[in-house]
């Protein structure tokens, strides 16, 4: 998702010149294409990501199209205020991107594990929150974050994730897309677990379940009427997603849920207990603990789907 992300900023580079991109120091290895092409467009502000969203705040009032990079815990966490006040409060143009969502950087702990940056963004007004599930929809939700008029936080994996999708789908911000139809279960799922949760639905398909598959790369604004029409059509919803179960995915769909009358249909978040990880490990052993394998995936949305409403 990560190379996507850079050669998609680099080719929107060649056709606008006023994309910008700043980095706080990280992400070497993947930025070289766009400082080497357009060395003059490029800043590493070094360990200042405050600075960073500062300067990039400027950038914007000078009529730039600035990004700023960093890892997602501290794309988000130290520069928050800045965040707030330069970029939300006066809706600048600014794409803050987030590196390694979830458990990409598993090895670190809770310092670099972005398992509540969602629900810290979810706050901000003006900010669209995108999260893409594989590098199909990281390039469209890249354009799409460049072509806004307002505030971005884009979330990207970086473990190499596959291609769910067959073909490039039809890509908004604020709509979910469906990649499979069904009747009895909607799994909805966001970001970089949309891997496991494909493999799931799979499993529950062997099991003699019609299951509709909705990946959600936009977080804010959700797109309420697929979430209602889901509960209208069929018997269980279950939000998947590698982050704390509140404040994410599962409490948006909550929230639409109870906003509006829709028939009595159940509810499962499939996410992190709220506390931070004492386990250290790959990302597949922390997806492993905490439920996020495909197979524990499938038998919790199965068991709830057993249970009477």
């Given at each position: ?291 996020l394998t495909p197979e524990a995936i499938a038998e919790k949305v199965y068991q709830n789907f057993t249970l009477p409403l």
């Amino acid at each position: 998702m990560r190379t996507t992300f850079i050669k998609t900023v680099v080719e929107a580079a060649e056709r606008d010149e006023s994309v910008f991109f700043l980095t706080g120091d990280l992400g070497f290895g993947v930025v070289e294409p766009f400082r080497n092409k357009f060395p003059s467009r490029f800043l590493n502000v070094g360990v200042a990501e405050q600075n960073m969203v500062g300067i990039a705040a400027g950038l914007a009032l000078s009529g730039k199209r600035p990004i700023v990079y960093s890892i997602a815990t501290f794309a988000v966490f130290r520069p928050f205020e800045f965040i707030r006040n330069d970029v939300c409060y006066q809706n600048l143009k600014v794409v803050m991107v987030g590196a390694g969502a979830g458990f990409s950087y598993p090895q670190y702990a809770a310092t670099h594990q972005a398992i509540d940056d969602v629900a810290a963004m979810s706050a901000l007004p003006n900010l669209v929150i995108l999260n893409p599930g594989d590098p199909i929809e990281t390039k469209l939700a890249t354009l799409a974050a460049l072509n806004h008029p307002g505030p971005v936080y884009l979330r990207i994996g970086k473990k190499g994730e596959p291609n769910i999708h067959e073909s490039e789908p039809i890509f908004e911000i604020g709509r979910a897309i469906t990649l499979q139809d069904g009747n009895d279960i909607t799994v909805i799922a966001t970001g970089n677990i949309l891997e496991n949760a494909s493999k799931a639905v799979k499993l529950l398909g062997a099991k003699g379940l019609a299951v509709r598959f909705i990946s959600m790369p936009t977080l804010r604004p959700l797109d309420k009427e697929l979430v209602r029409k889901a509960a209208r059509e069929t018997r269980l919803i279950a939000t998947v997603e590698e982050g704390f179960e509140f404040g994410g995915l599962g409490t948006a769909v909550a929230e639409v849920l109870v906003e509006r009358t829709v028939p009595k249909t159940g509810l499962v978040k499939i996410a992190l207990p709220q506390r931070y990880p004492s386990e250290i490990g790959s990302q597949t052993y922390m997806r492993s603990v905490y439920g996020l394998t495909p197979e524990a995936i499938a038998e919790k949305v199965y068991q709830n789907f057993t249970l009477p409403l």
